[in-house]
């Protein structure tokens, strides 16, 4: 994505975020109705893009400035702590709160 103009990284997170809110997990799912049940504003499958850098996080609370990410059993895996902590470092320095729940967790909020 390093040699791309900036219209066409948009174009592929676009692409992206399509196919991730099509298979959403059912712990997203649950969380998302769960949202919505108590009409908390939020973004599922919010997109940043800055420079070299983007990512997506499950869901974006405008109100609170806060993401929610969903992890399951992958996130475990050293290389993908490595990914998540380097994309939490990043929303961070735009001032947004990260929260991480465990899939299996979800259900503790319902």
């Keep these: 994505m390093y ?12 692409k992206y975020r399509r ?24 973004i ?8 070299h850098f983007h990512c997506i996080v499950d869901f974006y609370l405008p ?3 806060t993401c929610i990410e969903i992890d399951w059993g992958y996130h ?8 998540d902590h380097q994309k939490d470092l990043y929303l961070y320095s735009k001032g947004l709160k990260v929260v991480r729940i465990k899939n299996e967790d979800v259900y503790k909020f319902l």
């Design 44 to 51: 599922f499958q919010k997109s940043f893009i800055k420079d």
């Design 76 to 83: 475990n895996k050293p290389s993908q702590r490595i990914k």
């Design 63 to 65: 109100n609170q400035k």
């Design 19 to 42: 196919k991730l809110i099509r298979k959403a997990t059912k712990s997203e799912l649950l969380f998302k109705n769960m949202l919505d049940k108590k009409r908390i504003k939020y």
């Design 3 to 14: 040699n791309l103009t900036k219209k066409q990284k948009q174009k592929l997170n676009k």
